[in-house]
């Protein structure tokens, strides 16, 4: 499965990782790994389990059992604070925009700018999220305005905005695109590929075959808590992804298919 | 042609909040007048200092209160808090304690209560409604342990200086050898009132703890997901206002030179009150120092211009309650507009 021209370590392991809510086993025994350079699709139906398990690597929530690697070091993942001095972000599917901020003090939250004297600078923080909010909507505008009285796509933009911004290593992105409209969702296509030329590792979990096929590099299935299969996204089609979400199998007929003809 | 007035006309239109904290500045504006009309002695210097110094109490408790309710929580125990820390240092000056130290024994007394109120709420997970009643219950039935329910007095002249001195005193005393009182002065409470309220305001808006309170009310998860540290924010929320209760419990037992560890119940209902008046929601995330300071106003006008027309207690609570429900349903309406 190791692609030959590989040369560098992995970015992030996670290893026999397991969540159980009471009764419920939403992630079962799920291992991966995500090289520099990057994107690894993690797909599967509602419920499949693929927020908890990229949860679980932001430290939103702690895995029942398994282990995470981040370069190679064991680590822990107590708090969402630990896994951003990892250079791990995430753009959790519920945005975690605080509705009564406006944008500035959402993109800073928890990592305010500060003057001299320790008191929020205000002007700054305004300035560079101007600036990171253009970058994906040149006609990004109420920045000043709480962000509950923001569109849907403008609350997803102020999210990708502070997960960029940072200067992450490794980044989740939780079905980043869903509120977007189509130049948006283009502009974040084009982003995915700039981070990844400049060797971030990206997790992206999205329900768009679209989007999985032209961005991600290899693909893990989630069926039921279970990894039913990771491939090169070029062993498999659409249907063959279809069907490993649906059933939690491949089809009988399957043969990886760049080795066929 | 036609669109222009409009847009420069909107860009005037105060926001949300800026809107309500107007409307509960013209009620107090509004207030004044009506009872300037009802009793001619309401709007004269003595009485308006007199006001000032009603209101330094209840304006006090409503800053810690108004930190806690934008985190989403409730403070039930600042009256019973500010009772306690008046009994600690009536205690401690009888055990021959200084007036200054003991005083500040009393504001740590409450900020301890505070922080206990904090740490039960993060850590054991117990809702802030029930763990400051707790608290309530706590402190006062300590502050009456303690005294034996029998009020401390004879605390000295020293003891009195807080809440009694003023700035700018002029007196003058005439030819029969009387003293004549030109100038009551400014009360101690009111300038300390003003210097904490700056404070506050000064950390909500400014500071990041101020920030970090704003977006755990506003969306605790969220505020955890980036970063905050949500349980250091909210105990310190809940120790700034029980340290903010020790500090109203100095200020009005000063002002009585005894202290009573009955004094202060039901204080932190005319805290919320006044927090609520201006603007404070008790969902969390939306609130501010100075919108609480016009509600502790419209509080404080309304019982002294009530007073003074002879207007009855109990009717004066049925008129405080009508204000109360009154405030929060044209707030609701705002905001479904
Ligand atoms: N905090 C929680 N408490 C209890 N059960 C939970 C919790 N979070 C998730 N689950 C359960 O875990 C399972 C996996 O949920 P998860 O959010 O990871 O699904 P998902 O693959 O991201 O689905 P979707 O495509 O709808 O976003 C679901 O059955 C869900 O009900
Ligand atoms: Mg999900």
């Given amino acids: ?261 | 042609m036609s669109e222009l007035p409009a847009k420069t006309r909107l860009r005037f239109l105060p926001s949300g909040s800026a809107l309500h904290k107007f409307s509960a500045m013209m009620t107090l504006l509004l207030l004044i007048v009506a009872f300037s009309f009802t009793s001619p002695a309401f709007l004269t210097v003595n009485n308006g200092m007199t006001v000032l110094l009603q209101t330094a109490v209840i304006g006090l408790l409503a800053i810690g209160l108004t930190m806690v309710i934008i985190t989403g929580g409730i403070d039930l125990s600042v009256g019973s808090v500010l009772a306690l820390s008046g009994v600690i240092a009536g205690l401690v000056i009888k055990a021959g304690v200084p007036v200054l130290p003991a005083m500040a024994l009393g504001v740590v007394t409450g900020a301890i209560c505070g922080m206990v109120n904090g740490l039960v709420i993060t850590k054991m997970r117990i809702t802030p409604f029930v763990a400051t009643l707790g608290m309530m219950m706590i402190a006062r039935g300590l502050a009456l342990q303690l005294t034996g329910a029998a009020p401390i007095s004879r605390l000295g002249e020293a003891f009195g200086n807080l809440g009694n001195g003023s700035f700018f005193r002029i007196v003058e005393i005439q030819a029969n050898g009387f003293p004549r009182v030109i100038f009551p002065g400014i009360p101690y409470p009111a300038v300390l009132l003003l210097v904490m309220a700056l404070l506050g305001a000064f950390i909500l808006t400014r500071r990041q703890i101020g920030r970090h309170i704003y977006s755990v009310g506003s969306n605790e998860e969220a505020a955890r997901l980036s970063g905050v540290n949500v349980h250091r924010t909210k105990i310190w929320a809940y120790t700034a206002s029980g340290a903010l209760a020790g500090l109203a419990g100095m200020v009005l037992m000063s002002r009585l030179m005894t202290v009573q560890p009955n004094e202060g119940v039901m204080y932190e209902l005319d805290a919320i009150a006044a927090a609520v008046i201006g603007g404070a929601s008790l969902m969390g995330g939306v609130g501010s120092i100075s919108g609480s300071m016009i509600g502790a106003f419209i509080i404080g006008v309304l019982r002294n211009g009530l007073n003074m027309a002879g207007t009855s207690a109990f009717i004066q609570q049925i008129i405080i309650g009508i204000v109360v429900i009154g405030a929060v349903y044209i707030d609701q309406i705002r905001n479904r507009n």
């Fill in chain 1, 1 to 261: 499965m190791l692609d030959t021209a590989r040369t560098s370590a992995p970015l992030v392991e996670m290893v026999g990782i397991h969540k159980r809510f009471g009764g419920i086993h939403a992630v079962e025994d799920v291992s991966i790994d995500l090289y520099p350079g990057e994107v690894v699709g993690v797909l599967g139906h509602n419920g499949a389990g693929k927020s908890c398990l990229m949860r679980i690597l932001s430290g939103a929530m702690t895995a029942t059992d398994g282990q995470i690697r981040v370069n190679g070091a064991e680590v822990t993942m107590a708090t969402p604070q630990e896994a951003k001095i990892h250079g791990i972000e995430t753009i959790y599917q519920t945005l975690a925009l605080a509705n009564h901020l406006d944008a500035a003090a959402n993109l800073f939250l928890g990592r305010e700018l500060k003057t001299r004297f320790g008191n929020l600078d205000d002007a700054r923080m305004y300035a560079e999220a101007k600036d990171a909010l253009r970058q994906l909507n040149p006609n990004f505008k109420n920045l000043k305005d709480p962000v509950a009285q923001l569109s849907g796509g403008q609350r997803q933009v102020i999210a990708i905005a502070r997960a960029i911004y940072f200067q992450a290593k490794i980044l989740i992105m939780d079905e980043p695109t869903a509120a977007l409209g189509p130049s948006e969702t283009a502009m974040v296509a084009d982003l995915i590929r700039r981070l990844q030329a400049d060797g971030i590792g990206i997790f992206l979990i999205s329900h768009d075959m679209q989007d999985v096929f032209d961005l991600c590099d290899r693909v893990m299935v989630m069926n039921k808590g279970r990894d039913v299969g990771t491939f090169k996204i070029q062993d498999v089609n659409k249907d063959d992804i279809l069907s490993l979400i649906i059933k939690g199998t491949l089809p009988d007929d399957w043969t990886p298919r760049s080795e066929r003809n």
